[in-house]
């Protein structure tokens, strides 16, 4: 009796519970802890590869057309005799027996160019014509067909202050190589044409061909220099890539894609160290020399632009043909102007002295690197020197005018007429003769 009264008051209770929870509404029954969210950061770029003041990264893709175009032997010749003065290539680019790896500056990304086999390298594309390609010339026409374009060096003019290119003795004329280089290479035009060739002007005035100006520089001037430089170090930086690398960028571009020539001349006087360009300082002494694209530095070659473009050079097989050329050049100028030879001093890093002529020269500079095709770059005279600098304040004549105690030619014309004669030496003996 006792357990069913318990029983009864337990199932009261229980009634008089669900009656009241009934009463209450559903219960929110706590909600289950989120899952923990995983934050993915955004891959990180790769680190732009080091380049070249105002240059580009490069699109090493272009290198393609040259896969099996040199063997491995001729590969490796020209890469440590000719285009690299260091063993800093070393850290870029890895020789192996079918192929190199080439490291393109971007983070574990490389370039594979393969080699030949022997007795099955492929022509190498390009755009212009060896010597021995060129079709036969008659005799008094040796550069019948060939493209020349005439690349006056610096600009001149109002520009030639900025450039570093100007300079005064005493009471006489300024001397301004931009000016004189013009002039030079309108003398040789048509003498080359006489010959038989197709000339192109890069350059027809004293006015520059980029468009930019050292005001549009100043923020990659700033890039350049440290917080610490002199207050006039950003203008000076900014001028400089004005004239010395925009300005040949722009010319490389109309070359390379405008002009298309087999050759290049570029013209250009040297000179010594002169001090103020008001009283320049005057040299007892004169010279000649010529160059070549090559001799990268480790630096250089550490820059990806520039490691990309000495391949380029190297692969194109432009070495050869300047070589050839620039050798005769140099011998009928050196006879024709008795120039002696200019001397690097001993250990320069810069630069190497090519199949042991005292006149020609390797070095990387941006007009015979940027070129596309062979390249004579003329160095002859020494704009502050007692020798040269009468001769240029003179101008131009025709004929003979006593000069510094005795008769002598024009400047100018003498270097045109070396220069038409030293093509037309190479030409007329490397090339195949019309019936």
């Not at 190589?177 to 044409?193: A, H, I, N, R, W």
């Not at 722009?250 to 298309?260: G, M, P, Q, Y």
């Not at 550490?302 to 005769?328: I, P, W, Y």
């Amino acid at each position: 009796m006792k357990r069913l009264l318990a029983i009864a008051v337990l199932l009261a209770l229980a009634g008089i519970a669900l009656w009241w929870f009934i009463r209450q509404g559903p219960v929110a029954l706590p909600k289950p802890p989120a899952p923990p969210v995983t934050i993915t950061p955004p891959p990180v770029p790769p680190k732009p590869p080091a380049l070249s003041e105002l240059g580009e990264t490069p699109d090493w893709s272009q290198l393609d057309m040259f896969q099996e175009t040199i063997t491995r032997e001729d590969f490796e010749r020209l890469l440590t005799t000719v285009f690299t003065t260091g063993e800093g290539w070393r850290a870029f680019i890895t020789i192996g027996d079918q192929d190199s790896r080439i490291r393109t500056g971007i983070e574990n990304e490389e370039f594979i160019l393969r080699f030949a086999s022997a007795g099955n390298v492929k022509p190498a594309p390009r755009m212009w014509r060896t010597t021995a390609e060129l079709p036969p010339a008659p005799a008094n026409k040796p550069l019948e067909g060939l493209r020349i374009a005439i690349d006056p060096g610096h600009i001149g003019g109002q520009w030639a202050r900025i450039e570093e290119r100007w300079l005064k003795v005493g009471d006489t004329p300024p001397v301004c190589e931009g000016d004189m280089t013009l002039l030079v290479s309108q003398l040789l035009k048509p003498k080359l044409e006489a010959l038989g060739a197709k000339v192109f002007l890069v350059r027809e005035n004293s006015e520059p061909i980029t468009k930019l100006r050292p005001a549009d520089l100043m923020q990659a001037a700033a890039e350049t220099i440290s917080a610490n430089s002199p207050p006039d170090e950003l203008r000076k930086t900014a001028e400089r890539l004005f004239y010395r690398t925009a300005e040949i960028r722009a010319r490389a571009e109309i070359v390379n894609h405008t002009l298309k020539p087999d050759l290049v001349l570029c013209i250009h006087f040297n000179a010594d160290p002169w001090g103020d360009c008001e009283h320049a300082t005057l040299v007892n002494r004169t010279h000649l020399h010529l160059l070549v694209n090559g001799a990268y530095t480790d630096e250089e070659t550490a820059l990806a632009d520039q490691r990309q473009a000495m391949l380029d050079k190297l692969l194109r097989r432009t070495h050869e043909e300047e070589t050839q050329v620039s050798a005769t050049v140099a011998e009928v100028f050196a006879w024709r102007s008795g120039l002696p030879p200019f001397l690097y001093p001993p250990g320069a890093k810069n630069v190497c002295q090519v199949d042991g002529n005292p006149y020609l020269w390797a070095r990387n500079l941006l007009a015979n690197r940027l070129y596309d095709c062979p390249v004579v770059y003329m160095e002859p005279y020494v704009m502050n020197s007692v020798i040269d600098h009468p001769r240029m304040i003179a101008g131009d004549y025709e004929g003979l005018r006593e000069i510094s105690g005795k008769q002598q030619p024009s400047l100018f014309r003498e270097y045109a007429d070396a220069m038409a004669e030293g093509l037309a030496k190479h030409y007329a003996e490397k090339r195949a003769k019309a019936n």
